[in-house]
Every structure is written in structure tokens, then in C-alpha cells.
């Protein structure tokens, strides 16, 4: 009997020290767990994060990398910190840091969405971090997280290209959505081929009046019309033909009030030269230059005696463009002229005109 109250007496003391020991602690005493740590590692340097990119976004990007610095040490695991840090240093100029962080981001996350741009954009500042020119930045980063509807790089520039633009490392003046409508108005001259960008433009036009000096009978005012069939090279250069029919002189049907008149001279036209132009931000309004060989062939309305003639015209003007592909065109054309007529005689002559024009890029 002893022994077994001694064992009762051991039973019940080993399932009171069990019961105690499984009763939860007081409050801030519990046990941490791995799920209360990952949990922890999951949301830590959120709210600086958030704030950092508030501050991006108006423009204070200056201000925001200290944000970014507190949540990488506050132990943020969220790689879009390191992105957007990246972001703000480049927008700033500050190469190295931000081909760090770039690299980064894409160590820490192999199937980004934005992988491909962001390679390219590591590749294009590499070779500035090993020259010893100064750091120009060609392209500005601007997408922060929670922007996804805005592509994460402009096109590559030259700074000359950029002037005028209130994006890029003055950031600051600006808000990101009037940068996002700037770079969204430089993208779309990227594309035109009035503006900055490669492809052909049509422009009809009308030559009004066209005056004319080679000789007495192939003398006077005139008139041309056709079109120009131009390919643009980029922002300066075009290549253009033009096709066109022009006439030269009138005379007179009829009597009184029931006369009419009619061209004396006309025929087919064809020139072909190079354009300049040099504008302003986006080449919204330009000045351009061209010149080229040309053929000319009259025919006399009366006679039908025909006139050949080769030009060499020089033009000069005003061009303004409306939206992408949209020009409205003012110039001055006019240089020497070689004419001979059909029974061989060569005329020396010119001829100067004022032309209006309407281009179409395609």
C-alpha cells in the first residue's frame, strides 16, 4: 500500500508540472515562432517604402533614396524597393548605385516582368562606369511600383534631342504625370517621320505664282501643282522626288465678258534633291532647306511646239507640324534654268516662286 500511494503521489506531480508548462505566458512573453518571423521579415520596411515612393512620384527623388536606404535596412524583402531605388538613382545621375541596384533587383527576382528593360538599360549605363567621361545620362527611367500602366524606360536620345524636356535629372521641377505626358509627346515624335523618326512622307502642293524668265515667248506667270514623295533618314535628312505639271503664260478666248483664259505653256515637272530641317523640342516648328536637279517639258497650247528644260532649285522655308503626321509647309523655290526648243535654240533663264504644301507622314 505504501508503494503504491508513493507512485500516485509521483503521477500527480509529473501531470501538474505538464499542465503549467503547456498554459500560455503573459502577454510579450509568448513564443516566436517561424511563422511570426516570416511574417515579420514579409511586412518590414513597408511604410518607408510607400512614403519613398510618394516622394518619387512628386518629383523628390532626392528625398526619396533616403526612405529606400531605411527600408532595406529595416529589412524589406520586397524587390521592387531595390528597383525603385534604382530608378531614382538614375533619374538623379547617380550611375553606380543605380547599376547596383538594377542588378540586384534582377538577381533577386529572375522572371521580373520588366527583366528584358531592365537589362537593357543596365547595359546601356555599364559603359559609363568604366570610362572617364562625364555621365550623361541618354535615357530616364519612370515607372515607381503601382505605376505599371507606364513603360519602365524612354527611348534612348541625344541630349540636343532632349531639349526643352522637363524630365530627366531635374525631375524635381516636375510632377510624374506631366513627365509621363512629356515622355508619352517624345515617344510619339520618335515615331513620325516629320518629326524625329525614319519613313516617307507625302506632301501635295500647289506653286503660286510661278514666275518664269527664258525669253520673250517662254516668259511670265505661272503655276505648278503635284506632290512630294520624301523618306526621312531621322531628324534632319530627307530624300524627296517631286512630280508635278506646271504652266507658264495665258491667252485669251472670246470677247467681253465672255472671254476665258488659258495656260500658253504647260507640262509634266520631276525634281530630285535632299532636304534640311532644324527645329525646336520635338521639330514642332522647323526650318528647312532643299535642293535638286530638275527636268521640265513645255508644250505650246497653240503651236505645239514644246520647250525641254533642266533646272537646278534651291527651296526655303517654314514648316509646322499638328500632332503626329500632320505638316502645313511655306517656302520660297526658285534657281537657274536651262531651256532648249525644238528647233535647238538654248535659252538661258530662272525661274523664283512661292509654294504652299500639305505633309502627310505614313
Known amino acids: 500500500m505504501r508503494r503504491i500511494g508513493v507512485l500516485a503521489s509521483l503521477s500527480l506531480l509529473m501531470f501538474a508540472g505538464s499542465a503549467k508548462a503547456q498554459q500560455p505566458g503573459p502577454p510579450g512573453q509568448q513564443d516566436r515562432s517561424n511563422s511570426q518571423f516570416t511574417l515579420n521579415r514579409n511586412t518590414a520596411g513597408v511604410a518607408e517604402a510607400e512614403e519613398a515612393r510618394g516622394r518619387a512620384r ?3 527623388c532626392a528625398g526619396a533614396l533616403t526612405l529606400f536606404d531605411a ?7 520586397d524587390p521592387l524597393v531595390l528597383r525603385d531605388r534604382g530608378i531614382c538613382h538614375d533619374r538623379l545621375g547617380n550611375v553606380f548605385p543605380a547599376v547596383e541596384d538594377y542588378r540586384a533587383y534582377l538577381a533577386s527576382t529572375p522572371a521580373a516582368p520588366d527583366r528584358e528593360q531592365i537589362q537593357q538599360r543596365i547595359d546601356q549605363l555599364q559603359p559609363q562606369t568604366t570610362s572617364d567621361q562625364p555621365i550623361v545620362n541618354d535615357a530616364k527611367p519612370k515607372t515607381l511600383a503601382g505605376e505599371s500602366s507606364v513603360s519602365v524606360y524612354e527611348s534612348s536620345r541625344s541630349s540636343s534631342q532632349r531639349k526643352g524636356s522637363r524630365c530627366g535629372p531635374q525631375s524635381g521641377e516636375t510632377s510624374i504625370e506631366t513627365c509621363v505626358e512629356q515622355e508619352r509627346l517624345d515617344d510619339r515624335a520618335d515615331r513620325s517621320p516629320i518629326r524625329y523618326g525614319r ?6 502642293f500647289v506653286t503660286f505664282p510661278r514666275f518664269t524668265f527664258l525669253g520673250k515667248r517662254h516668259s511670265g506667270t505661272g503655276w505648278a501643282a503635284g506632290a512630294h514623295f520624301r523618306y526621312s533618314f531621322g531628324r534632319v535628312t530627307s530624300a524627296f522626288l517631286e512630280v508635278g505639271w506646271a504652266g507658264i503664260g495665258r491667252f485669251r478666248f472670246g470677247e467681253g465678258r465672255h472671254s476665258t483664259y488659258a495656260t500658253r505653256h504647260s507640262g509634266p515637272t520631276a525634281l530630285l534633291g535632299i532636304e534640311l530641317r532644324a527645329g525646336g523640342q520635338r521639330n514642332d516648328n522647323q526650318f528647312f532647306a532643299r535642293g535638286g536637279l530638275g527636268y521640265e517639258r513645255y508644250v505650246d497650247s497653240d503651236s505645239r511646239a514644246y520647250l525641254n528644260m533642266g533646272t537646278a532649285r534651291f527651296a526655303m522655308g517654314y514648316r509646322h507640324v499638328f500632332g503626329e503626321s500632320l505638316g502645313l509647309e511655306l517656302g520660297v523655290d526658285g534657281g537657274p534654268a536651262l531651256g532648249v526648243t525644238e528647233g535647238g535654240d538654248a535659252k538661258f533663264g530662272g525661274i523664283v516662286a512661292t509654294s504652299f504644301a500639305f505633309a502627310f507622314g505614313l
Not at 71 to 77: I, L, N, Q
Not at 199 to 204: D, E, Q, R, S, Y
Open 71 to 77: 527600408a532595406v535596412k529595416a529589412g524589406s524583402k
Open 58 to 60: 512628386g518629383g523628390d
Open 199 to 204: 519613313g516617307f512622307v507625302i506632301a501635295p
